[in-house]
């Protein structure tokens, strides 16, 4: 079956330090986005793609990066992690083309900033 | 901007009881909209979702409503179960592209044995 995989699940890191987290979906879909979940906020889009070499920023980029070289893959980076972006990290896929744009959700990661 | 607000944040009922979760929205320029469900520790799960020219969309004892000009969104729930205890989110696409999707912060269900 196809599925949307997050690693790690879990992530403690310093402050200051260079954290990836990966996102690998299966679906072939071309949309792919990353959103952060916060309590009282609900999920915010950091960043998105909409296809290979595609990256564009969401509401709350700052302090993000991601890449795309492939279709299966969107990697989160932060650069230099802050004590602000502990929070749960959600990524989710959705197929263009597909009239409903109905996005599927990974697992996601708990990432805590020391 | 487009706020998305979800009333009550946390509701406890028995089980067997029918229910309505809620959802109101500020921009009635909406793509569509989405009522997801998402157990503690796990990902979001979409339930319905609900195109802008349509009214309602159903799923077994799910039955979601959009009322665009009100810029309110209804989930009902037939017949509440244990199994049905879970955060439910509701999200509003201003666009075809997924770009600027707005979440609530969810309402905490719980159904009591």
């Known amino acids: 079956d196809a599925e949307i995989t997050q690693s790690p699940r879990h992530k403690i890191t310093e402050t200051g330090r260079q954290v990836t987290l990966a996102c690998h979906q299966t679906?072939?879909?071309?949309?792919m986005f990353w959103y952060r979940q916060d309590l009282g906020h609900g999920l915010r889009l950091i960043h998105y793609?909409?296809?290979?070499?595609?990256?564009n920023k969401g509401e709350v980029s700052d302090g993000y990066s991601v890449s795309r070289s492939n279709t299966e893959d969107l990697p989160l980076t932060l650069e230099s992690a802050a004590s602000s972006q502990t929070s749960v990290y959600f990524c989710?896929?959705?197929?263009?083309?597909?009239?409903?744009?109905?996005?599927?959700f990974g697992p996601g990661t708990r990432l805590t900033v020391t | 901007k487009q706020e998305v607000t979800q009333i009550p944040a946390a509701l406890s009922v028995p089980e067997g009881e029918n229910l309505v979760l809620n959802c109101s929205f500020t921009d009635s320029a909406i793509y569509n909209l989405q009522w997801f469900r998402q157990d503690p520790g796990k990902g979001l799960t979409s339930l319905l979702l609900i195109q802008s020219s349509q009214r309602e969309q159903t799923s077994g004892r799910l039955n979601a409503s959009l009322d665009k000009s009100s810029g309110r969104s209804t989930l009902y729930i037939a017949a509440s179960q244990p199994g049905d205890s879970a955060t439910y989110l509701c999200a509003v696409n201003s666009n075809y592209n997924n770009n600027d999707m707005r979440f609530g912060a969810g309402t905490r269900l719980t159904v009591k044995p």
């Open positions: 793609s909409y296809g290979v070499q595609d990256t």
């Open positions: 989710a896929s959705s197929a263009p083309g597909d009239y409903s744009y109905e996005q599927y």
């Open positions: 679906w072939n879909h071309n949309n």
